[in-house]
Nanobody
Framework: QVQLVESGGGLVQAGGSLRLSCAGS????????MSWFRQAPGKEREFVSA????????YYADSVKGRFTISRESGKNTMYLQMNRLEPEDTAVYYC??????????????????????WGQGTQVTVSS
């Protein structure tokens, strides 16, 4: 059974940092591109960042570029999202997801949620002003 478990969320003041983790099991995650999405209260879930299967390519939404860094440790089946200079607008539930291995990781496809095969349950990030 494939399982993704996010952790590392919490309450932080604006300007602070958090590091999210996504631990996978039941699958050889090292061969899959993966992404982070987030959903703020009353809003649709949106793309945050993606990383290729080998970590060589990373992509970011404009709203987080320069503040967030995505990475992965294939040997540990774990992906991370280092979030710096957090803003109240970053408050959301953050989800990790596994991208369809049959598709190229393009800037268009990586934003389509129905192209992801597996999702975690999410971790709450709250940034106070």
């Amino acid at each position: 059974q494939v399982q993704l478990v996010e952790s590392g969320g919490g309450l932080v003041q604006a300007g602070g940092s958090l590091r999210l983790s996504c631990a996978g099991s039941g699958l050889t995650f090292s061969i899959y591109a993966m992404s982070w999405f987030r959903q703020a209260p009353g809003k649709e879930r949106e793309f945050v960042s993606a990383i290729s299967w080998n970590g060589a390519e990373t992509y970011y939404a404009d709203s987080v570029k320069g503040r967030f860094t995505i990475s992965r440790e294939s040997g540990k089946n774990t992906m991370y999202l280092q979030m710096n200079r957090l803003e109240p607008e970053d408050t959301a539930v953050y989800y990790c997801a596994v991208f369809n291995p049959g598709l190229p990781l393009t800037t268009d496809l990586m934003r389509r949620q129905n192209e992801y095969h597996y999702w975690g349950q999410g971790t709450q990030v709250t940034v106070s002003s």
